[in-house]
T-cell receptor, first 115, second 113 residues
Framework: NAGVTQTPKFQVLKTGQSMTLQCAQD?????MYWYRQDPGMGLRLIYY???????DKGEVPNGYNVSRLNKREFSLRLESAAPSQTSVYFC??????????????FGSGTQLSVL | AQTVTQSQPEMSVQEAETVTLSCTYD???????LFWYKQPPSRQMILVIR??????QNATENRFSVNFQKAAKSFSLKISDSQLGDAAMYFC??????????FGTGTRLQVTL
């Protein structure tokens, strides 16, 4: 099934631990995004990638790194997790505007808790 | 920089009535897209409606329509004949030419009988 696959769905970390959230899409999209969602804060952009090999900071990049490994995959890494990074994380991708189905495709989200 | 402001954290509407959700934005670009997304408790993000900034005509999708005021940088969503299934979080978003896609903080819509 075409779409955005995001793993894991749930994760509990201890402060200082590291982990990588994986995201892959099979729709040949150039643009991919990582957001975090916190109550009352909406979706805040962490990093995005307009094309393979490029990444840009969003609104809240501190404490995160990303890799656009190829056109399909865009991973988000927490090098040293902090309780402030407890959140729901969403990966998304989209086709170029003007194409059919020009909308964001979202992964199912990762519930991350940092203790 | 681009920003999106949704000044109504919560709204309530009676079933079959009409409600308008507000959204203002700021961007230095002349070419951009605007979206409204719905997020039910399942956390799934569902596209409600989109508007191209170069189009003067307001977008409409069935019971959903927008009032796009480009000079005022305003993009409100009107839901007509509200249904119980419309209850959700609604997010306004802007997509610029550099592929940056920014969301607002959301409005929680309650639909009452």
């Amino acid at each position: 099934n075409a779409g955005v696959t995001q793993t894991p769905k749930f994760q509990v970390l201890k402060t200082g631990q590291s982990m990588t959230l994986q995201c892959a899409q099979d729709m040949n999209h150039n643009s991919m995004y990582w957001y975090r969602q916190d109550p009352g804060m909406g979706l805040r952009l962490i990093y995005y990638s307009a094309s393979e090999g490029t990444t840009d900071k969003g609104e809240v990049p501190n404490g995160y790194n990303v890799s656009r490994l190829n056109k399909r995959e865009f991973s988000l890494r927490l090098e040293s997790a902090a309780p402030s990074q407890t959140s729901v994380y969403f990966c998304a991708s989209r086709p170029e505007m003007g194409q059919v189905l020009e909308k964001l495709f979202f992964g199912s989200g990762t519930q991350l808790s940092v203790l | 920089a681009q920003t999106v402001t949704q000044s109504q954290p919560e709204m309530s509407v009676q079933e079959a009535e009409t409600v308008t959700l507000s959204c203002t934005y700021d961007t230095s670009e002349s070419d951009y897209y605007l979206f409204w997304y719905k997020q039910p408790p399942s956390r799934q993000m569902i596209l409600v409606i989109r508007q191209e900034a170069y189009k003067q005509q307001n977008a409409t999708e069935n019971r959903f329509s927008v009032n796009f005021q480009k000079a005022a940088k305003s993009f409100s969503l009107k839901i007509s004949d509200s249904q119980l299934g419309d209850a959700a979080m609604y997010f306004c978003a802007i997509l610029g030419t550099a592929s940056k896609l920014t969301f607002g903080t959301g409005t929680r819509l309650q639909v009452t009988l």
